[in-house]
């Protein structure tokens, strides 16, 4: 999740032609090798992982907002944390509906290889399901995302409420 990110706003970065941040990479790295280190040596492979998660969100979730928000678009970053808490909070809600009802499912994925593909199957429709349906209903901008699928696979322009 948190490299998906980085990789949008280092597309309006690049858009921008903001390059002059070039202290990010330097600060992000010693960022990852601090925590990797000390989080390596308390927690194992897990803390090493916390280091490229916390060091990634410091710098492309803080920083890197606050940089093309503010040299970029020139507007306060107010509208995008609102929209990205938004979609934040939809997909917790989508993680943990499916949680609930996929504690249910039996067989559970350790009795045997097939088990574990029914159950790999139903819980990744039961994911996109719920998360086409939530998403479509409460975050903004998948709407569109959605009657632009439509419509790419061969329904008519006509039939389009978002154009």
Same mark, same amino acid.
């Given at each position: 999740f948190?490299t ?8 309006? /970065?690049g858009?921008?032609g903001?390059?002059?941040?070039i202290?990010?990479?330097?600060v992000?790295?010693i ?7 000390v989080g390596?040596?308390l927690w194992?492979e897990?803390g090493?992982?916390?280091g /490229?998660v ?5 710098i492309w ?5 606050y ?7 020139k507007?306060?970053?107010?509208r995008y ?5 938004k979609?934040?909070?939809?997909q917790t ?11 249910g499912?039996?067989?559970t ?7 574990l593909?029914?159950?790999a199957?139903?819980? /990744?429709l039961?994911?996109?399901?719920l998360?086409?349906v939530?998403?479509y209903?409460l975050?903004?901008?998948s ?5 632009r699928?439509?419509?790419?696979f061969g329904?008519?322009?006509?039939s389009?409420?978002?154009?």
């Open positions: 948190v998906q990110q980085a990789g949008i706003v280092e597309m309006f /970065t858009g921008f903001l390059f002059s941040d202290y990010a990479p330097a992000e790295s960022l990852f090798l601090t925590i990797a280190i390596g040596f194992g897990a090493v992982f916390l /490229t916390v060091s990634r969100f410091i979730q803080l920083w890197k907002i940089y093309v928000f503010s040299r970029g678009f507007m306060p970053q107010r944390w609102g929209f990205w808490s979609h934040l909070l939809v809600a989508i993680c943990g509906i499916s949680y609930v009802i996929i504690r499912i039996h067989p994925p350790m009795e045997s290889w097939p088990a593909i029914m159950y199957a139903i819980t /990744t039961l994911y996109c399901i998360g086409g939530l998403m209903l975050a903004e901008g709407k569109e995302v959605f009657w699928l439509w419509k790419r329904l008519h322009r006509e389009c409420p978002a154009t």
